[in-house]
């Protein structure tokens, strides 16, 4: 396993006192404070909220941030959190004021991501919901960031098979999916469910394979990769051919 992994200090990670879904929750502390306490602490990425980024913009502009970052050493951004994206009426009106925000932000920071989804069930159909996440990676792409679902337990998309089912039918190479550990902890999603989707990502074909025949077949398929190798040490331990006779 590597062990030089650069380290993302969360926008909560970081933001002391704020307080999430209130009127309230940018952080009380400077953002170039809070840039350096990263540096110093290690973290080369840092993540930040979407009204802490208005917040911010009233006393620095997107140009300062981004050197801000750059003189701390900080390479990797992280965008959140857009909601509202797949609604109409006023909820898609103010996601798009902040959708055009964040990807402004993206393009000048060159975020690695924006983070997007929802906070409550709505029952939108899924036709509709791909639609609008497909509409989304197209911005994200012409602004240079990728567009990243965050499953969680309170949402409609709340199973790694239905947010893969979102990215899959949006089909773009920018999109993808957050798997954030206390949500996969509270709907008592095994690990073992992400590890494929990873290494699917990675294009280990291998593993894909055998993760989709185990959801469709009736009885758990063979790992014949494997099993060829131990018939072949087999062989080579007993020196002949396994068809000779004794």
């Not at 797949?86 to 990807?103: H, N, P, T, V, W």
């Not at 294009?203 to 025949?213: F, I, N, P, R, S």
Request: charged share 30%; proline share 3%; net charge neutral.
């Amino acid at each position: 396993m590597a062990t030089n992994v650069d380290l993302l200090g969360s926008y909560w990670t970081l933001a002391g006192a704020a307080e999430p879904h209130t009127d309230k929750d940018y952080s009380p502390f400077d953002f170039k404070d809070r840039v350096e306490a990263a540096a110093r602490a290690g973290f080369k990425g840092i993540g930040i909220w979407h009204s802490d980024l208005a917040h911010t913009l009233k006393k620095r502009s997107l140009k300062e941030m981004k050197q801000i970052f750059d003189d701390n050493g900080i390479k990797h951004v992280e965008l959140e959190f857009l909601t509202g994206w797949f609604l109409d009426g006023e909820e898609k009106k103010q996601s798009d004021i902040a959708r055009k925000l964040l990807l402004t932000a993206a393009e000048v920071f060159g975020a690695r991501h924006i983070k997007v989804g929802h906070f409550e069930k709505t029952n939108v159909a899924m036709p509709r919901m791909i639609e609008a996440f497909s509409a989304l990676c197209t911005d994200g792409a012409n602004h240079g960031t990728r567009i990243i679902y965050e499953m969680m337990p309170f949402c409609d998309l709340d199973s790694v098979e239905k947010a893969l089912a979102l990215v899959d039918g949006a089909g773009a190479k920018n999109g993808g999916i957050c798997f954030d550990l206390w949500h996969i902890v509270k709907l008592k999603i095994p690990y073992e469910k992400v590890d494929v989707y990873k290494r699917q990502s990675e294009g280990d074909a291998l593993v894909t394979q055998l993760a989709a025949l185990r959801r469709l077949a009736k009885h758990a398929p063979v790992d014949t990769i494997a099993l060829r190798t131990r018939v072949a040490e087999a062989v080579l331990a007993q020196d002949r051919y396994p068809f000779e006779g004794r």
